[in-house]
């Protein structure tokens, strides 16, 4: 369409000299022949002295044989009927190996931050979200030419850590056979007698927790060695689940990364004026001129770090040794005013390279009383290995024993990722197991067994010696290659705003196209050029629809 808008445009200033008209196409009413219409003739009326119904008959004769079949409606509408052949000829001339890619970020740089999760936390559902999100939005650089890598910002100092190191020494276990689950009982316990603590006006427990940070910032022996332990507990345990979502990470540069040269900068920063020193030791950057009431403190009183410490180490580290022309956040809705004030520091300290929060919900579930709340550990599955682990119990259960194990797995995970995209991100999901894995409707397990049945086909007509079909029409086939043609398009607006859920829409969409397809009309039956039209067609709409879900990193089981 965007060719014959140019069509359109060149007549228009060939028959009445206006070379700054706009053409736009509506889609046409099912009731209405044509599938696209246009009122550039009665937009054109007054300049061209002339009625919008002749206008409309002027440009369509000088058309010609553009391709397309037209036709007037009302005063002067211009409809336009789109047929099979035109769209197969358009398709057969863009298609690639790459299809659906484009170069626009050739040549740029972007760093996709993902899942950060916490040492010596347990990989919960919490981090799914920021995992599936931050994946797709590196597979949607790429897509769009962008080179890209990727960071598990590690949360490994900071109270957390103070946190932990004061239960766990309290708590009696043996340092060589804590695990992961350990600590995160710990962490839980110590939050809550922390809390208690606070209520009755003690600090005893709170002094502990920060001496131990001064510790681990000064390297001493005990608290570094505590640090290093949680952290390969964790990160084992962080790549286990990682592995079982089928995501991963180029690097995992964590906080404690980023404690000195954070330090340092603020003190620099402070020096030169661009932050304030309070009188009692902390130091804020003030952010006025951002439009933010709120200053960002950057350094504790007692001279320990925050995470707008380390974060300003990061920032610098990267724009110093990476040189990103963009960094994308995967991080949840509640961080959105931290990540506001973290952008207006950097652009005030000087840093030039585009932050970009990609930002989204909570994910929800029904109570027992069915209301919707969000998920928590006291009312439904918080550990992502035990959601995995149900959604695989579900899928079993579904389909049956004859499907592999590793089958079972891309089913279930498809599943849960495309029950985060299907949706704006910005607001949040409902785990709804009966939705999610069901074979109908708008979820994963539909779009992927769209895919399984072309391969069952393909595979079906494996021998089958291919013959010419430039007679056949394509009418049968319109619809879904009408989709086919939308999809570099999608993958382009994707990579504007990171929206996944305009590419779930598009496989759910395609996927729905072809079952209405094969209801009414045979494949292998078919005569030779007919099915090999056919074939050709489902060639190109596998590699289609399997290409949307790997940018979501969906993957396709061998059988369903």
């Not at 769009?144 to 946190?163: A, E, S």
């Not at 029950?419 to 992927?448: E, H, M, W």
Request: glycine share 8%; charged share 30%.
């Amino acid at each position: 369409m965007d060719n014959l808008k140019e069509q359109i445009k060149g007549v228009i200033n060939d028959l009445y000299g206006v070379d700054d008209v706009t053409v736009d196409f509506a889609s046409v009413p099912s009731e209405i022949e044509g599938d696209y219409s246009t009122n550039v003739a009665m937009r054109l009326a007054r300049q061209a002295g002339k009625a919008p119904r002749q206008i409309a008959e002027e440009i369509i004769e000088k058309l010609g044989n553009s391709g397309f079949g037209f036709s007037i409606a009302g005063p002067g509408f211009i409809n336009v009927v789109v047929s099979g052949k035109s769209l197969q000829r358009q398709l057969d001339e863009v298609w690639s190996d790459d299809y659906g890619n484009n170069d626009s970020g050739k040549g740029r740089l972007a760093i996709s931050e993902f899942p950060s999760t916490n040492i010596a936390k347990p990989y919960s559902v919490g981090h799914l979200r920021p995992g599936t999100q931050g994946w797709a939005a590196k597979k949607v650089l790429e897509a769009n030419g962008w080179k890209v890598l990727t960071d598990n910002h590690l949360g490994d100092v900071g109270t957390p850590f103070g946190i932990w190191a004061v239960g766990f020494m309290r708590s009696g276990l043996d340092i060589e056979e804590v695990t992961v689950y350990d600590l995160g009982d710990i962490y839980i316990k110590m939050k809550a007698d922390l809390k208690a603590e606070e209520k009755v006006g003690k600090h005893e427990l709170a002094d502990e927790v920060q001496e131990w940070l001064k510790k681990l910032e000064a390297k001493d022996a005990d608290a570094v060695k505590l640090s290093k332990h949680f952290g390969e507990i964790s990160l084992k345990h962080t790549h286990e689940v990682m592995d079982r979502l089928g995501i991963s990470t180029d690097m995992e540069m964590g906080e404690s990364n980023f404690v000195e040269l954070g330090k340092k900068m603020v003190e620099k920063y402070a020096d030169e004026g661009i932050f304030e020193r309070n009188e009692d030791g902390s130091v804020i950057c003030r952010l006025d001129d951002y439009g933010i009431d709120v200053p960002m403190l950057m350094l504790k009183s007692n001279g320990t770090a925050l995470y707008a410490t380390t974060d300003l180490g990061c920032l610098t580290y990267r724009d110093e040794n990476i040189h990103p022309d963009k960094i994308v956040y995967a991080v949840g809705a509640e961080q959105k005013f931290y990540f506001e004030q973290l952008f207006a520091m950097a652009k005030k300290v000087g840093i030039k390279f585009d932050n970009y929060h990609l930002v989204f919900g909570t994910i929800d579930q029904i109570s027992p009383e069915g209301k919707r709340e969000k998920m928590s550990s006291r009312k439904g599955v918080v550990l992502m290995e035990s959601l995995l682990d149900d959604a695989e119990k579900r899928v079993r259960e579904n389909f049956g024993a004859d499907v592999t194990d590793e089958d079972i797995a891309k089913i279930a995970v498809g599943a849960i990722k495309f029950s985060d995209f299907v949706a704006d991100r910005n607001t949040g999901i409902l785990y709804d197991p009966d939705k999610i894995f069901a074979l109908t409707g708008q979820s994963g397990p539909f779009c992927q067994y769209a895919c399984v049945r072309m391969r069952r086909i393909m595979e079906k007509n494996a021998d089958f010696k291919a013959v010419g079909f430039d007679d056949y029409d394509f009418a049968a086939e319109k619809e879904v290659l009408q989709k086919l043609l939308e999809f570099p398009e999608v993958v382009a607006e994707a990579c504007e705003d990171f929206r996944m859920h305009k590419i779930a829409g598009f496989a759910f969409e395609l996927a729905q196209e072809l079952n209405r397809y094969y209801e009414k009309t045979p494949i292998s039956s078919a005569a030779d050029s007919e099915r090999s039209a056919r074939l050709w067609l489902i060639k190109r709409a596998d590699f289609v629809l399997a290409r949307a879900l790997d940018l979501l990193g969906i993957e396709i089981p061998e059988k369903m």
